[in-house]
């Protein structure tokens, strides 16, 4: 009785742990809006200005401490940049990023949030990044979700002026000129 009992014990936690490893993830909320986070904003690298209406947040994010981009991949979570008052500002409906594969043992977690104003960061004329931060770990299972805090800063988005756009259609318009004449 008492082996049996003792087995059905081992069964149950083994079983536990088994579904926290294939059904990980870690929690963070996703926002520049936070009390740890306010002087975060996003703003246009030429003017000054906050983003707002038309520019979209986006999340990517690596196991352990890394130094490149590249590592990195892309969570399937973008979030509206605010207006008016909120300009600047992204998440500040209190989103939740869910990070998959996280547990509680994996240790340090790098993120780099990016603004675009396309339809992705990839193809979007007007982008930019931040620098990649690094948190010791982020909330797993019930504990309380966190946020980015201070490793999160400021960052610019760069879009191409007017005359940059004139000097490529110049530039492939007496391409095509000097072809049509050979």
Known sequence: MKK??????????????????????GSVFFNNYSSSATGAIVTDAVTGAPVSTGWTAGLYYGFGTLTTPSQL?????????????LAGYFGYDGTIASIPGYLPTT????????????????????????????????????????????????FTVAVPEPSTFALIGLGTGALLFLRRRK
């Open 4 to 25: 049996s009992i003792i087995a059905s014990i081992i069964g149950v936690v083994a079983t536990v742990a088994a579904v926290e490893t294939s059904y990980g993830q």
């Open 73 to 85: 991949t892309l969570l399937n979570l973008t979030k509206p940049f605010g207006t008016a008052g």
């Open 107 to 154: 240790g340090p977690i790098t993120f780099m949030v990016v603004a675009y104003n396309g339809a992705d960061y990839a193809t979007s004329i007007g982008k930019g990044q931040s620098t990649l931060f690094t948190l010791p770990s982020i909330a797993t299972g019930t504990s309380p979700v966190g946020e980015f805090g201070p490793g999160f800063t400021s």
